[in-house]
Structures are given as structure tokens and as C-alpha cells.
């Protein structure tokens, strides 16, 4: 069992930054694969970005060249450094985890096998 902890959500004007971590309780947290997901009032969980084990990263189009994604095996947590924020990014964020293995398929929520509480995040105009 692998419990995550986001943290670092808040209120920030548009065009502004927040970085979201998310902390993992195992020790193998290089092994994981590490996912971030957005969900709006009213809309579907959507994905935002991932990291692999191997540290390979992936967008959404939404937010590519806005965010990026980190990973700090040491520490067992991931980032995630949002820059130059919309009020469209306002959603509760989730990071997930997946053990590494198999196809990564990193946009499929289905996929993962570990989720965090999530953090709000609220961006004013």
C-alpha cells in the first residue's frame, strides 16, 4: 500500500505560479511511475502531466510549455511546477502512482493504482 499526500494548492492570480508536491510513503518510489490529474466542478477527472520511474515526462496540450513535472527519488515526492496559470486551470489536482511494468499508459486514469486527497487549486482573472 503506497498512500500519497499533494500539497501546495492555493489561490493565485492569473499568470502567476504554484508548485504542487506530492509525497509518497514507500521507499521504492523510483519504481513508480507518477501521474497528475486535474478534476473541475462538474467535469471528468482529465490528465495534466506524468513522470516515468526513468524520469520521461509527458503533457496534456493544455498545459505544455505552462508546466512541468519532477521527481526527487531521495525525497519520495514528486512536483509539479505550474507557471503562467488560467482561471481554466482551476480544479482539485491528484498525483497517482503506478509500479513501473508493462505499457505506461500515463493519460488513463484507469491505470493507476494509487491517489492522493488532492489540493485545490484556484486561479483568479
Known amino acids: 500500500q503506497v498512500q500519497l499526500a499533494e500539497s501546495g494548492g492555493g489561490l493565485v492570480q492569473a499568470g502567476g505560479s504554484l508548485r504542487l508536491s506530492c509525497a509518497a510513503s514507500?521507499?521504492?518510489?523510483?519504481?513508480?511511475?507518477m501521474g497528475w490529474f486535474r478534476q473541475a466542478p462538474g467535469k471528468e477527472r482529465e490528465f495534466v502531466a506524468a513522470?516515468?520511474?526513468?524520469?520521461?515526462?509527458y503533457y496534456a496540450d493544455s498545459v505544455k510549455g505552462r508546466f512541468t513535472t519532477s521527481r526527487d527519488n531521495v525525497k519520495n515526492t514528486a512536483y509539479l511546477q505550474m507557471d503562467s496559470l488560467k482561471p481554466e486551470d482551476t480544479a482539485v489536482y491528484y498525483c497517482?502512482?503506478?509500479?513501473?511494468?508493462?505499457?505506461?499508459?500515463?493519460?488513463?486514469?484507469?491505470?493507476?493504482?494509487?491517489w492522493g486527497q488532492g489540493t485545490q487549486v484556484t486561479v483568479s482573472s
Open positions: 497517482a502512482s503506478v509500479y513501473k511494468g508493462g505499457t505506461y499508459l500515463y493519460a488513463d486514469k484507469n491505470k493507476y493504482t494509487y
Open positions: 514507500t521507499l521504492y518510489f523510483s519504481w513508480y511511475n
Open positions: 513522470i516515468t520511474w526513468g524520469g520521461g515526462t
